[in-house]
């Protein structure tokens, strides 16, 4: 039943969220390239505009965007959850088993695998609903930008190199840029931290049984995923880092990101 059902939400993942999104106020787009021509277009608007909020074109791009990224994140929570549990079945059975071991441990590992890439989904998709707007920013620069779209890129660079400077002024339009950016960021870096908080406590107590145990398959596992629990807190941890620093001061990494860096 588990296995049906993470087989079940995996393939939600990756259809649901689209309809889901379009579904919840009645608008959508019918794939990604519709919506970056969409996001192209109300940008440059936005831009040549000045001002400090979305026009409406760019606004329903941004709620499409967030909507997306809540049905992400609640898919993959659910998922994560299913497999934690079919872990924890087939890690049990494989301690408990005699001639079976070999399946069961590969599956455990299988499981254990796809759990944390479904953290990982999780930890980007509630990143991009906080800051929908910030994770939309790839879809401009990821291509060979042309026309308008093309001239607007080349002048917020030039805006973001003078607002770096001695006395440099930032519009309304790009501190709002700036901001979610920062946003994006400081979101990851919260995340990232929870997360650590988290596996350090996991590692602490699997450690703590891995002591107590003689030898054995259960020494094997506890060890196992104690020393996971480590390196995956020592990551978090980089990660948080990392993002806590350009939140702190994100005009470089935006330029770097406007520059194709990122």
């Known amino acids: 039943m588990l296995v049906v059902a993470a087989v079940g939400l995996g393939a939600a993942f990756v259809v649901a969220p689209r309809t889901l999104a379009a579904g919840w106020a ?10 970056g021509d969409a996001l192209g277009e109300a940008f440059v608007g936005y831009w040549a505009s000045g001002a400090g909020d979305f026009p409406p ?3 329903g791009v941004v709620d499409y965007w967030f909507r997306y990224h809540v049905a992400k994140a609640v898919i993959a929570a659910i998922l994560l959850i299913v497999l934690v549990a079919l872990g924890v079945l087939l890690w049990r059975a ?11 441990g590969a599956g455990g590992v ?24 910030a994770s ?17 890129l080349d002048e917020i660079r030039q805006r973001l ?10 519009t309304p339009a790009l501190e709002l840029i700036i901001g979610d950016f920062a946003r994006y960021h400081v979101a990851m870096a919260v995340i990232a931290r929870v997360s650590a908080v988290v596996f350090v406590g996991m590692s602490a107590v699997l450690w703590k049984r891995f002591a107590v145990k003689d030898s054995g398959r ?7 995923f104690g020393g996971l629990s480590v390196v995956l807190s020592l990551a978090l941890i980089v990660i ?19 520059d194709g860096g990122w």
């Open 110 to 133: 299988l499981v254990t695998m796809c759990a944390l890439f479904s953290l990982m989904l999780v930890m980007a998709n509630v990143q991009g609903a906080i800051a929908p707007f």
């Open 94 to 104: 494989f301690l408990e088993a005699g001639g079976r071991r070999g399946v069961l």
């Open 136 to 152: 939309l920013l790839p879809m401009l620069t990821g291509g060979a930008a042309e026309g308008e779209l093309a001239d607007t």
């Open 161 to 170: 190199a003078e607002s770096l400077g001695a006395g440099g002024q930032a």
């Open 57 to 59: 074109g760019l606004q």
């Open 26 to 35: 009645g608008g959508g787009f019918a794939d990604e390239r519709e919506l």
């Open 218 to 224: 259960a020494r094997w596992v506890l060890g196992s």
């Open 240 to 258: 948080a880092v990392a993002n806590t620093s350009t939140a702190a001061d994100p005009g470089p990494a935006l330029v770097a990101f406007f």
